[in-house]
């Protein structure tokens, strides 16, 4: 039962244009959700966050959006830039003692 | 600051085996949390430990189970492997109490094959 999803596995952008990569989920009790990005051979690296309280999150070139009454969340990167080329993640929480990971988007800012 | 480090990198083992595998946290943080992640996959949460206790777990058979030290670094041990239990097992540590904490911090992971 994937509880978060990431419907798109594969995202192409120019650089210096925006990037959005989008995350659903099911689960109305998520009360936080986060973005991961992973590189080949390395562990996921925390992104940004943003609580259920919150509709928007911003650092610096990276801003998370969170629509509750829908269930979805995207994270958008503005200006792309080539090194932003890698495998993001959403995921989601419930208190913190168990996170939800979607399948992941990767994404390619082309030069 | 020392990150999260885990060993060994990669590790093959046949069906049947036992497998344990090592994670030390990131200074300060006295949580830590395992997962599973298969080709193509996202990470699949297994269990977190929070002072040594276990502090919550996901949809794995008990034969993964786990331990937490007092220096807070872990270990999963899966026994009687299983073809599908070949994935980059994941563990990931962050500052926090008994109602969790959000910024998990990873190590590279392990990659484990079961042939």
């Known amino acids: 039962d994937q509880q978060v999803k990431q419907n798109s596995p594969s995202l192409s952008v120019q650089e210096g244009r925006i990037s959005i990569l989008n995350c659903d989920y099911t689960n109305s009790m998520f009360d936080y959700f986060l973005w991961y990005k992973k590189y080949p051979a390395e562990g996921p690296t925390f992104l940004i966050s943003i609580s259920s309280i919150k509709d928007k999150n911003e650092d610096g070139r990276f801003t998370v959006f969170l629509n509750k009454s829908a269930k979805h969340l995207s994270l958008h990167i503005v200006p792309s830039q080539p090194g932003d080329s890698a495998v993001y993640f959403c995921?989601?929480?419930?208190?913190?003692?168990?996170?939800?990971f979607g399948t992941g988007t990767s994404l390619t800012v082309i030069p | 600051e020392t990150g999260v480090t885990q060993s060994p990198t990669h590790l093959i083992k046949t069906r049947g085996q036992q497998v344990t595998l090592r994670c030390s946290s990131q200074?300060?943080?006295?949580?830590v949390s395992w997962y599973q992640q298969a080709l193509g996959q996202g990470p699949q949460f297994i269990f977190q430990?929070?002072?040594?206790?276990?502090?919550g777990r996901g949809n794995f058979p008990p034969r993964f189970s786990g331990l937490q030290f007092p220096n807070y670094s872990s270990e999963l041990n899966v026994n009687a492997l299983e073809l599908d239990d070949s994935a980059l097992y994941l563990c990931?540590?962050?500052?926090?109490?008994?109602?969790?904490?959000?910024?998990?911090?990873f190590g590279p992971g392990t990659r484990l094959t079961v042939t």
């Open positions: 200074s300060g943080h006295n949580t």
């Open positions: 995921a989601a929480s419930i208190t913190g003692n168990q996170f939800y």
């Open positions: 430990y929070y002072r040594e206790e276990e502090n």
């Open positions: 990931a540590s962050s500052e926090g109490g008994l109602a969790g904490t959000y910024e998990q911090y």
